[in-house]
């Protein structure tokens, strides 16, 4: 072949290669940003949705200026405007939760937006619509009628547990948010609808417990509590579009990576299991734990146990009343949140109303990798011992409660006497 047809044909075909990579690369470069695009629109409207503290805002505030409601958090929401909704941490629509600051404090606003048609195992038991909201008490409602509609709501809810009239006037005291020494109208129908929270009922109750955030102030069904400075028990927080990418089975290791060094892990857990011992037959009764997840939990600079989320903890009479006449055909049709599981009654196809699981059992399950990785080698061996007698703690079992007992105190004995002698203590 002569030379300049050779020469012809190779630039012919460097003009053909450099036409497909060019193609190829133009193809690529639009593949990843129609892909990018969509992740973006998808991540914006999924944000638009869980983020809706405008919408909440704008309910309170509403109500609040034509005078239905009244609280300590009021005027600063909605007329002075000291009280901000910062970064959004919602994981539900209608369970609306941020980031706030007020004034020079800083805190957790926590907001309901909506109302499940009725109460079932898959849904929580708090959210409400708002048009029936703050129906209750009507005008005209004395103080005293008040009182015995809040008396009638906690035996309902709690049964005929402890002094009852003495947590009626705790709910009062609150509910007083100007401390003007009385209830009024807007007042009390702001803390009815807040008593319809498990969560806050249950803050209500145990204020005074060191694991329990502090109820900073409330407006309507919107209440703000302390800020926690961790907001999960392990784990680190990436960016959304790094998440997307990651295997989950390989961001539940990553997580276990990410966690304070052993002794401040044993002295967050003697919290949780402390927090377990609040709630276990306490002078208003049982709660269960339905969602024992590591975001729940949290803890401060001090490597103090601190609850999260509290809305899956439920007085155990109000989830037999839930549970009871819940249709079955297997064990799986009778679970309330994620851990709060009964027997299916085969013959009366029903869920059986007793929870299979004590509190205990769960948090042991939750804190066993947790504590066992990088555990001390001399108190590895009795510490898996004590976790795994713990999960294996049933409900149903003869003498549940010593073996709580000791279970529970044998593991804060044997985290303690580890790490008394440490400035983690």
Same mark, same amino acid.
């Given at each position: 072949? /002569?030379?300049?047809?050779?020469?012809?044909?190779?630039?012919?075909?460097?003009?053909?290669?450099?036409? *497909?990579?060019?193609?190829? *690369?133009?193809?690529?470069?639009?593949?990843?940003?129609?892909?990018?695009?969509?992740?973006?629109?998808? =991540?914006?409207?999924?944000?638009?949705?869980?983020?809706?503290?405008?919408?909440? @805002?704008?309910?309170?505030?509403?109500?609040?200026?034509?005078?239905?409601?009244?609280?300590?958090?009021?005027?600063?929401?909605?007329?002075?405007?000291?009280?901000?909704?910062?970064?959004?941490?919602?994981?539900?629509?209608?369970?609306?939760?941020?980031?706030?600051?007020?004034?020079?404090?800083?805190?957790?606003?926590?907001?309901?937006?909506?109302?499940?048609? =009725?109460?079932?195992?898959?849904?929580?038991?708090?959210?409400?619509?708002?048009?029936?909201?703050?129906?209750? /008490?009507?005008?005209?409602?004395?103080?005293?009628?008040?009182?015995?509609?809040?008396?009638?709501?906690?035996?309902?809810?709690?049964?005929? $547990?402890?002094?009852?009239?003495?947590?009626?006037?705790?709910?009062?005291?609150?509910?007083?948010?100007?401390?003007?020494?009385?209830?009024?109208?807007?007042?009390?129908?702001?803390?009815?609808?807040?008593? =319809?929270?498990?969560?806050?009922?249950?803050?209500?109750?145990? $204020?005074?417990?060191?694991?329990?955030?502090?109820?900073?102030? #409330?407006?309507?069904?919107?209440?703000?509590?302390? @800020?926690?400075?961790?907001?999960?028990? *392990?784990?680190?927080?990436?960016?959304?579009?790094?998440?997307?990418?990651?295997?989950?089975? #390989?961001?539940?290791?990553?997580? =276990?990576?990410?966690?304070?060094?052993? /002794?401040?892990?044993?002295?967050?857990?003697?919290?949780?299991?402390?927090?377990?011992?609040?709630? #276990?037959?306490?002078?208003?009764?049982?709660?269960?734990?339905?969602?024992?997840?590591?975001?729940?939990?949290?803890?401060?600079?001090?490597?103090?146990?601190?609850?999260?989320?509290?809305?899956?903890?439920?007085?155990?009479?109000?989830?037999?009343?839930?549970?009871?006449?819940?249709?079955?055909?297997?064990?799986?049709?009778?679970?309330?949140?994620?851990?709060?599981?009964?027997?299916?009654?085969?013959?009366?196809?029903?869920?059986?109303?007793?929870?299979?699981?004590?509190?205990?059992?769960?948090?042991?399950?939750?804190?066993?990798?947790?504590?066992? @990785?990088?555990?001390?080698?001399?108190?590895?061996?009795?510490?898996?011992?004590?976790? *795994?007698?713990?999960?294996?703690?049933?409900?149903?079992?003869?003498?549940?409660?010593?073996?709580?007992?000791?279970?529970?105190?044998?593991?804060?004995?044997?985290?303690?006497?580890?790490?008394?002698?440490?400035?983690?203590?």
């Amino acid at each position: 072949m /002569p030379p300049f047809i050779l020469g012809f044909s190779r630039v012919v075909f460097a003009l053909v290669r450099f036409s *497909y990579m060019r193609i190829k *690369y133009l193809f690529i470069s639009w593949l990843v940003v129609f892909v990018g695009s969509w992740v973006t629109y998808v =991540q914006y409207s999924t944000y638009t949705e869980l983020c809706r503290g405008h919408d909440c @805002r704008k309910i309170i505030c509403d109500k609040y200026e034509t005078g239905v409601i009244d609280g300590s958090a009021c005027s600063s929401l909605c007329a002075k405007e000291t009280l901000y909704f910062g970064k959004c941490l919602s994981t539900k629509p209608n369970n609306q939760m941020y980031l706030g600051i007020w004034g020079n404090l800083q805190g957790v606003i926590k907001c309901q937006m909506e109302e499940a048609a =009725q109460l079932d195992l898959g849904t929580d038991p708090e959210p409400r619509k708002e048009i029936v909201l703050f129906d209750k /008490p009507m005008r005209g409602t004395t103080v005293e009628k008040f009182k015995e509609m809040v008396y009638s709501l906690f035996k309902a809810k709690l049964g005929e $547990q402890g002094n009852l009239s003495e947590l009626v006037n705790l709910i009062l005291s609150f509910a007083d948010g100007n401390k003007d020494g009385r209830v009024s109208l807007p007042e009390a129908k702001s803390a009815w609808a807040l008593l =319809q929270l498990d969560e806050f009922l249950l803050m209500v109750i145990l $204020q005074d417990k060191e694991h329990t955030p502090k109820l900073m102030g #409330f407006c309507g069904n919107l209440y703000v509590t302390e @800020r926690v400075e961790y907001t999960s028990l *392990y784990g680190i927080s990436l960016p959304w579009i790094i998440e997307l990418f990651i295997p989950s089975g #390989f961001r539940r290791s990553m997580d =276990q990576w990410f966690t304070p060094s052993w /002794p401040r892990k044993a002295k967050i857990a003697i919290g949780l299991l402390e927090f377990v011992e609040d709630i #276990f037959h306490g002078p208003y009764g049982n709660f269960l734990m339905c969602d024992t997840s590591a975001k729940n939990l949290g803890y401060n600079d001090k490597y103090d146990l601190k609850m999260i989320d509290m809305r899956k903890i439920v007085p155990e009479m109000n989830l037999k009343e839930i549970i009871k006449d819940r249709q079955c055909e297997s064990d799986l049709d009778c679970i309330y949140g994620t851990d709060c599981r009964t027997l299916c009654d085969q013959s009366k196809m029903r869920c059986t109303t007793e929870v299979i699981q004590p509190n205990l059992a769960k948090a042991c399950q939750l804190l066993k990798d947790y504590l066992l @990785r990088g555990a001390p080698s001399d108190i590895h061996e009795e510490l898996e011992k004590q976790l *795994y007698l713990c999960i294996a703690l049933k409900v149903t079992a003869n003498q549940m409660e010593m073996e709580h007992s000791l279970i529970l105190n044998n593991l804060k004995t044997l985290l303690w006497k580890k790490i008394s002698h440490t400035n983690d203590s």
